[in-house]
């Protein structure tokens, strides 16, 4: 049976492409409805019986359990925030750019719903800085939304306030990193913070801060138009609901694609995206984004799953993003691509990340040029190993962010899963005499 | 953690508006209950308190874990991650920087992983390190060096090209910087921005691309620069007066105490060639936590400076010419002796000794009340707090500032003139939540941290301090200020710590007294008096000041008792700098001894110094260098420098520690003490002193504040001894007792970058009671003594005339000192003279405005005194109807304009354009 698309976040934009992004077009189509009726409620039963009830795991990457997160605020400590992540810098991922730019109420009524469940009187929506439409338009909902008494004073007579602050990012990938993000709001450089404390206890300012990802906010209204037992009935096991994939590389349609979890990602990069293009073979996918060991033909018939993909693939869902190679694909370039990536991003604060993604960069380089020696490939995964001891999925670390051991995804799956191939260039390049430089 | 199933019905806080988030924020790691904790270090068990970072735990019992980014001085940021360790039950690599310890941990710093850990990390930091260790100022004493030695690779596997930088840049005129060598480990980032509230240096760039650099425009001009070279784990930071100068095996150190100012930071001084080179912080917990300014840093420099007087000289014919040293002092006992025959020992004065030791203070004010029988003797130069309050006033150490109830500070700016006291004043206000009441007449450096500032204008200083009285003492109501800043009170216990000094030179003293005075009503205030010439606090205790004697009792009371010490004093109470000045003037002073003082230059009413100077009779100059005032003199006998000598000194809470000698000097200078015994030979006397640890034990046997503070406890104690030790003796930190007395050193200290610590040091009060009592009983026993006379203490009651009326087109006049002035220590040093400023009056924009001038332009400045041309510029931190001038600051002439006798200098501004 043909697979579809689950279209719940998506719906709105995707049936009214002309205006999806105002306000008329919000309120007729329900939009509120749900902050209306959670007003009502109170914030615990939100929490509990709603969000957690939900089985509601976070979008932006590490998939944690959104309801659980918030359950993690000391009590009695005020102010607390709550800062949305709109920084979308993974490469290939563009689902929250199109939920920023084509549904910004459905954010603004998430994040409404969601602070008066944590009891934040402040909200900031931080936005990756090249969002140019989707900063103007989110501007002007949130405008939209004050004049309506949607957000500010007294929200709807509820004796609920709430602040909304638009902020522009200024262009790093660090700042999506939710203790980035956090030091980039309060005006310093984006560079992670080390945890503990973390977010929950001391955020921004040190305040107590939930920090969630774009798609989690736009998916609350949702959970309680739906109620949270039946979203939870969505989806497949811990990973409940729908997410929105984005697929891109040689496919005959990449693009945005919001799916059941659990269907399989021969359905959705088949079926929904086309296919290879050019009717050629798969040679990889790397399946949730650029910091996500890769994935080979065989595991197309896998799950969804974030818990399956996790602990039996070694690798992860991640951002939501799959890039499709074929066959015709050198994988040793695209490692080094991605690795000019890693080196050019990593934010310099810990020395693994710093050091180990230029020298990283330096050797991929040189191998995907034909210039590699015999020895690179151990070598790599040995200096890789001080950035991830063992090198053992599910990645441990010892930088302060996820990024360190994302600049090893690339080296390890070259090692799965191309190893022999890497040696043959190694080989061939070790008849060169000199080592040139390298291009960063 | 917050379980979710037990989240009660909750109240809904109260909206937060905007205008309430919060400005000052800051992390802190999450700590348990106090008590203690055990946890196992590579097998042993230890015990720790709850709260404390590993890495700490795991030093103070004897395991060292490799580190870069972590300061014990700042709050841990796990940048390097080379302290990685393994936690059992922890999953991953821990950073033990950032670890907080727990009850029952277990912990591996040395298995398989944390090794791996570490040589990884290491190899990691040296593929872009440059490896120019031989031509690197930190090559032989390099934590970098010394860490991949004992932790990591014998040989790197990168073969790439490493990152290049253009080798070194300037980040001001002191600091250069090498981001080549740079490990990114945010020292020297974090030290300016959380430590001296500087954040003049940050990250750019990303990835192994990021670098320490500054912003467009906007130099590293802070006055705690240097710190930042000594602790930078490379030599990425070098600082240019030492850059080159010497290679770390070829140094030698000696522990000292810096006395550019009065708060005695400690350090560690170091030489090559007999030339000194280097000044090292080293941490005390009770003065300076390590920190220097950069004056104090760099001031070493005018030690070697080319005009320094190397021979002693006589005037013959009208010029100084140099003589041999017999002659020298022959010259001035006759003319010593001429004055006391003629016209008797009020015709003799001295003026000065704050810069010398306290040997040099007790055996000087031993020879002037003594033996010439003058007590017309003064430390200060009309610029300071007389004696009677200065060594009456209930005390406060550094070390209470931490944990005061409030901080007052009266007046002066303690960044411009005691730095590392503003730093420990910013960190009880900033860091430890100590409330901080300003009273001042303009913004100025603490201002920023301060909960509340109270600005008086000039002469009102008293009557604003009373209002501030009232209000901390209960009686509310009649000023808002005032009764804000008591409001910052409740609910706090503990003493209110006043940091008393003179804000404004042209505002005269009894403003301040009156200051004091009314806060000294609160039975909770207790003092720091912050006068910030070097060992000015030591000179009056022992002695160099009118009416009184060593160790803080007053010529009536020590009379019986000095009387037997010495066998005579002076017969009545003489006169202060001021007095002195004048009566030289009127021609009544026939001898005038200069004992390292230039009161042309340091006296703030200058027509007042020129015509003492020009009238006085015979003169003899005590100093290192010809100045304005010491040119006149008719001997000149060249004394040491800091650094050339040992001996102790006394600090502004009252801490008496030792200065260290590093280097001899060129030529024959003699310490000053030494010249006061040669004298008071020449004039009968024999003080039968040889050493300065004699001087140190005739001080501890005669001065009664310094009983027992001899030299066998100043060469154990590891922070000093705050005087009186019988009321300090809990913060006595004894050393080893079997340093030889013979030793002149302090315990050898290796020149490194981190606290250096005495391994043995402990802190022994049962030691410190034996010490004293010892002490107490010998003095007691000396034959035939006289009972011990009291400490003096000021009981108030002195008041300050109300200020003139200002006319509606007067400015009042406020100087106050800046860091780089004109004195000697910058003046002769290379280094530091290039870091003076311009003098600009600064005036408020409103004024500004009503005088009609543009900023730059220049202005005619007139006062009762005299008159100046000078550049203006307004400034917001100024109050309108007052003007400020730096005081001796090169061309500022503000010491033309003020006259000592009145209250306060009012000012008239005109364009002259
Ligand atoms: C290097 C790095 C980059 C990240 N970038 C993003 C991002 O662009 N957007 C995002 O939502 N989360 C990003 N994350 C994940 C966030 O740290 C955080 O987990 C997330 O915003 C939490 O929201 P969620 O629980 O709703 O997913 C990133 C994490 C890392 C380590
Ligand atoms: S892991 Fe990399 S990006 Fe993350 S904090 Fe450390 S250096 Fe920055
Ligand atoms: S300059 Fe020195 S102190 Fe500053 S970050 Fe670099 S290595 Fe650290
Ligand atoms: S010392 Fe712990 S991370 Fe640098």
């Known amino acids: 049976m043909a697979v579809t698309e689950t279209r719940i976040v998506t719906n709105r934009l995707r049936e009214f492409t002309e205006d999806s992004w105002t306000i008329d077009r919000y309120l007729a189509t329900g939009g509120y409805d749900m902050l209306r009726q959670a007003l009502t409620m109170q914030p615990v039963q939100i929490q509990d019986e709603q969000v957690k009830a939900s089985g509601l795991r976070g979008r932006g990457g590490a998939g944690f359990g959104t309801g659980q997160k918030w359950s993690f605020l000391p009590k009695g400590i005020y102010p607390r925030y709550l800062a949305v992540n709109g920084d979308e810098g993974e490469p290939s991922t563009f689902k929250d750019h199109m939920l920023i730019e084509r549904d910004p109420h459905q954010i603004i009524e998430g994040v409404v719903i969601s602070a008066f469940a944590i009891e934040a009187h402040i909200a900031f929506i931080y936005v990756r800085g090249e969002f140019a439409l989707g900063i103007e338009r989110l501007e002007q909902a949130v405008a939209d939304a004050y004049a309506k008494g949607f957000i500010g004073k007294n929200i709807l007579g509820s004796g609920f306030d709430l602040e909304v602050v638009v902020h522009r990012g200024a262009g790093a990938y660090i700042a999506g990193d939710e203790t980035g993000l956090l030091s980039s709001l309060e005006g310093e450089r984006a560079m992670p913070r080390i945890k503990p404390p973390f977010p929950a206890v001391q955020g921004l300012y040190a305040k107590p801060t939930v920090v969630n990802n774009v798609e989690t906010m736009s998916t609350v209204p949702h959970i309680l138009r739906m109620g949270g037992e039946e979203y939870a009935k969505l989806g497949v096991g811990r990973s409940t609901g729908t997410r929105i994939f984005s697929v891109s590389g040689h496919v005959a349609r990449p693009g945005n694609y919001e799916v059941e979890l659990g269907i399989t990602f021969r359905q959705l990069i088949d079926e929904l995206a086309g296919g290879v293009r050019g009717g050629k073979q798969m040679k990889f996918f790397i399946p949730g984004g650029a910091s996500a060991p890769w994935l080979m033909p065989e595991h197309l018939d896998a799950p969804l799953d974030m818990d399956y993909v996790g602990s039996e693939l070694k690798t992860m869902l991640g951002s939501g993003a799959i890039m499709v190679f074929d066959e015709d694909t050198n994988p040793a370039l695209i490692a080094w691509r991605l690795l000019k990536f890693f080196a050019h991003e990593s934010c310099g604060k810990c020395t693994p990340c710093r050091e180990g993604s230029m020298w990283l960069e330096k050797v991929l380089f040189r191998i995907s040029h034909g210039l590699g020696r015999p020895q690179d490939l151990d070598m790599m995964l040995s200096f890789g190993s001080t950035i991830v001891p063992g090198l053992n999925a599910p990645f441990s670390q010892t930088t302060i962010c996820a990024m360190g051991p994302s600049t090893m995804s690339a080296v390890v799956s070259l090692d799965r899963f191309f190893r022999e191939e890497i040696l043959e260039m190694c080989n061939a390049g070790a008849a060169r005499p000199t080592i040139p430089v390298t291009s960063a | 953690m917050t379980d979710v199933n037990d989240v009660p019905k909750v109240e809904r806080p109260p909206g937060v508006p905007m205008s309430q988030w919060p400005s000052a924020y800051e992390y802190v790691l999450p700590t ?499 006068l910030r010439r070097g060992n000015v606090r030591g000179a009056m205790d022992l002695g160099l000041a009118p009416g009184f004697l060593p160790g803080r009792v007053t010529l009536d009371a020590g009379r019986e008792w000095f009387g037997h010490a010495w066998g005579s004093v002076p017969a009545t109470v003489g006169l202060d700098a001021e007095g002195i000045l004048r009566a030289a003037e009127q021609g009544r002073i026939h001898a005038l001894m200069l004992l390292g003082t230039d009161p042309h230059d340091d006296c703030p009413d200058h027509a007042l110094a020129e015509g003492a100077l020009n009238a006085a009779g015979f003169t003899i100059a005590i100093d290192a260098f010809v100045t304005d005032s010491t040119k006149r003199a008719d001997v000149f006998l060249p004394v040491t420098m800091w650094g050339e000598k040992a001996g102790s000194v006394t600090n502004l809470e009252g801490r008496v520690q030792r200065v260290g000698q590093k280097v001899s000097p060129d030529g024959t200078a003699m310490p000053d003490w030494r010249i006061a015994a040669e004298l008071a030979l020449r004039l009968g006397v024999d003080f039968d002193l040889e050493q300065p640890e004699e001087v140190q034990d005739e001080i501890a046997r005669v001065a009664p504040a310094y009983t027992g503070i001899d030299s066998t406890l100043l060469r154990r104690a590891r922070d000093g001894a705050v005087a009186p030790v019988a009321d300090h003796r809990d913060e006595l930190v004894l050393g080893p007792v079997s340093i030889p007395l013979t030793d002149a050193r302090w315990e050898p200290i290796r020149p490194g970058l981190d606290a250096v610590e005495l391994e043995d040091a402990k802190t022994a009060n049962d030691e410190a009671d034996a010490l004293r009592a010892d002490r107490l009983t010998s003095v007691a026993q000396s034959a035939g003594a006289p009972p011990a006379p009291a400490l003096h203490r000021f009981t108030g009651g002195v008041t300050d005339t109300a200020p003139p009326a200002r006319d509606a087109y007067a400015l009042r006049l406020v100087t106050g000192r800046t860091l780089y002035d004109g004195g000697i220590t910058v003046a002769a040093s290379d280094s530091l003279s290039e870091l003076v400023a311009d003098p600009v009056l600064l005036i408020s924009p409103q004024d500004r405005d009503r005088i009609g001038v543009e900023d730059g332009a220049e202005v005619r400045v007139t006062s009762a005194r005299g008159s100046l041309t000078l550049a203006v510029r307004a400034d917001a931190a100024i109050g309108t109807g007052t003007a400020y001038l730096p005081f001796n600051l090169p061309g500022s002439g503000v010491s033309d304009l003020v006259d000592l006798s009145t209250a306060v200098t009012d000012l008239r501004v005109e364009s002259l354009s």
């Open chain 2, 32 to 530: 348990g209950a106090p008590g203690t904790v055990t946890l196992t270090i590579d097998g042993r068990e230890v015990k720790a308190q709850t709260g404390d970072l590993l890495i700490k735990v795991a030093q103070d019992h004897g395991t060292y874990i490799p580190r870069f980014c972590y300061h014990e001085r700042m709050k841990p940021v796990g940048m390097c991650r080379m302290c990685l360790v393994e936690v059992e039950g922890m999953r991953g690599m821990q950073i033990s920087c950032a670890t907080v310890v727990a009850d029952g941990m277990v912990v591996h710093t040395q298995s398989d992983a944390a090794r791996q850990a570490q040589d990884g990390v290491l190899e990691l930091l040296l593929i872009n390190h440059p490896l120019d260790c031989p031509v690197c100022d930190r090559g032989g004493e390099c934590p970098l060096q010394d860490t991949t030695l004992a932790f990591g690779p014998g040989e790197s596997r990168f073969v790439e090209e490493k990152r290049h930088w253009e080798k070194p840049i300037p980040i001001s005129e002191l600091v250069l910087l090498d981001r080549e060598r740079c490990i990114q480990c945010g020292r020297c980032t974090r030290f300016a921005d959380e430590i001296a509230g500087d954040a003049l240096i940050a990250f750019g760039s990303r990835g192994a691309h990021t670098e320490v650099i500054t912003f467009p425009g906007d130099p590293f001009t802070s006055y705690f620069s240097g710190n930042t070279v000594q602790i930078c784990p490379v030599g990425a930071l070098t600082a240019t007066p030492y850059r080159f100068r010497a290679r770390p095996w070829d140094l030698s150190a000696v522990e000292t105490s810096c006395t550019t100012c009065s708060v005695h930071c400690r350090g560690a001084l170091e030489s090559s060639s007999n030339r000194l080179v280097r000044l090292l912080g080293v941490d005390s917990e009770p003065v300076n936590h390590g920190w220097l300014c950069d004056k104090g840093r760099f001031g070493y420099e005018v030690v070697h400076s080319e005009d320094r007087v190397r021979h002693p000289m006589v005037r013959k014919n009208g010029e100084l010419v140099e003589c041999s040293w017999p002659e020298a002092l022959d010259v001035a006992a006759e003319g010593l002796k001429r004055a006391l025959e003629l016209n008797g020992p009020k015709s003799v004065a001295l003026l000065g000794g704050a810069r010398g030791t306290n040997e040099d203070a007790y055996v000087w004010a031993r020879f002037a009340k003594g033996v010439v029988g003058t007590d017309n003797v003064d430390a200060q130069l009309g610029d300071g707090i007389p004696a009677e309050v200065a060594l009456g006033l209930p005390e406060a150490t550094i070390a209470d500032l931490d944990r005061a109830a409030a901080i007052v500070v009266v007046g002066l700016d303690l960044k411009e003139e005691v730095p590392v006291l503003y730093l420990r004043v910013k960190r009880a206000a900033e860091e430890l939540g100590v409330p901080l009441i300003e009273l001042a007449p303009r913004d100025q450096g603490l201002t920023r941290y301060a909960s509340t500032s109270i600005r008086s204008l000039p002469g009102e200083q008293g009557e604003t301090a009373r209002r501030l009285a009232d209000a901390l003492g209960g009686a509310r109501g009649t000023d808002a200020g005032a009764d804000a800043a008591a409001a910052l009170l409740e609910g706090r216990a503990g003493d209110i710590v006043v940091v008393l000094g003179r804000g404004d030179l042209a505002e005269s003293a009894a403003s301040t007294v009156r200051a004091a005075t009314e806060l000294a009503r609160l039975p909770q205030a207790r003092f720091i008096v912050a």
